[in-house]
């Protein structure tokens, strides 16, 4: 049995997918399982998961061998948040652990991801850790309000990023997930191509036929604007440090590992487009 947490989110909903078309024992939680009833019609076995609330742990833990592990973006603390869902997956007989991670983890200890990974590393667990770009889908979300009104805006200069496809993702965490390495594993999972935000501007223009202008943002207005969407402190702190890791060139490194994982070249940016228009 194979378990996904987070099966709602971007990676989560593409893993469990995957898992499902190729035939794995899918067990997928949310906090409201009738989020999940599609994957249900799909074969799933759905159940209530929350981070929480540790008395959802053991029963969702039941049978599982391996587990995708993904830390949801609100959490920041995630010695409160997270560890206990990890030793409970020790107790109940888990082998094997997909962390949605993000690159060069252990150099960026701020983050909470490098805590995650310690956490792994030092337990008895085997691991992937997937440490992956950033990806196209957040043009679908932090990016959003801006891009429908004709602009990307960040604060992230001419920092280029290797934009990861999270579909691509889903992909490759069901790959390690069905055959599960021996201790650890650590994949680099980025797309094809490292693309400014301006450079992204001018692509999303061509194919979706209508003008995306580059607009530069101040740090002080960026979190001005974030903390006007009412999002918590403790996540606009992660999601500043990530726009400075890529105005300071952490995200431009494109990585082959994903397209050799897949066995065909990884998603563009462009195949975000359809996403955009709807
Ligand atoms: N964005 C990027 O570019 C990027 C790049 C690399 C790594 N990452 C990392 O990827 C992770 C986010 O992945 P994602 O974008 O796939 O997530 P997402 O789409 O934001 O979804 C978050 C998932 O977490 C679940 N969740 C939230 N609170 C929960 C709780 N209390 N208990 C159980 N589940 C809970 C949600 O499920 P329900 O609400 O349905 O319960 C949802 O499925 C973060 O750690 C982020 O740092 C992001």
Not at 197 to 210: K, M, P, Q, T
Request: proline share 7%; charged share 20%.
């Amino acid at each position: 049995m194979l378990l996904v947490i987070g099966a709602t989110g971007n990676v989560g909903r593409p893993t469990a997918e995957t898992l499902l078309r190729r035939g794995a024992t899918v067990r997928v939680t949310a906090r409201d399982p009738a989020r999940l009833a599609s994957m249900a019609r799909e074969g799933a076995q759905v159940m209530r998961l929350d981070l929480g609330d540790p008395t959802t742990f053991a029963p969702a833990l039941e049978g599982v061998t391996g587990l995708l592990l993904v830390r949801p973006p609100e959490l920041s603390k995630v010695e409160e948040g997270m560890f206990p869902l990890i030793d409970a997956a020790v107790e109940a007989g888990v082998e094997h652990v997909a962390l949605l991670s993000v690159p060069a983890a252990e150099r960026h200890d701020f983050l909470p991801h490098a805590r995650l990974e310690a956490k792994l590393r030092a337990g008895p667990l085997s691991r992937t850790f997937l440490r992956a770009g950033f990806f196209s889908q957040n043009l679908l979300g932090l990016y959003r309000p801006g891009l429908d009104a004709g602009a990307l805006t960040a604060p992230t200069g001419d920092g280029k990023v290797a934009w990861v496809d999270t579909r691509d993702l889903g992909e490759a965490a069901a790959a390690a997930l069905m055959s599960p390495p021996q201790g650890e594993q650590v994949w680099t999972l980025t797309g094809p191509e490292a693309l400014s935000f301006a450079e992204v501007a001018a692509r999303l223009s061509g194919v979706l036929g209508r003008k995306i202008r580059h607009t530069p943002q101040s740090l002080p207005r960026w979190i001005t604007t974030l903390r006007g969407q009412g999002m918590p402190w403790d996540q606009v702190a992660v999601t500043t440090a990530l726009q400075l890791v890529i105005r300071f060139g952490g995200e431009a490194v494109v990585d082959p590992t994903l397209g050799q994982v897949l066995g065909r070249p990884a998603r563009r940016i462009e195949a975000i487009a359809d996403e955009l228009r709807a």
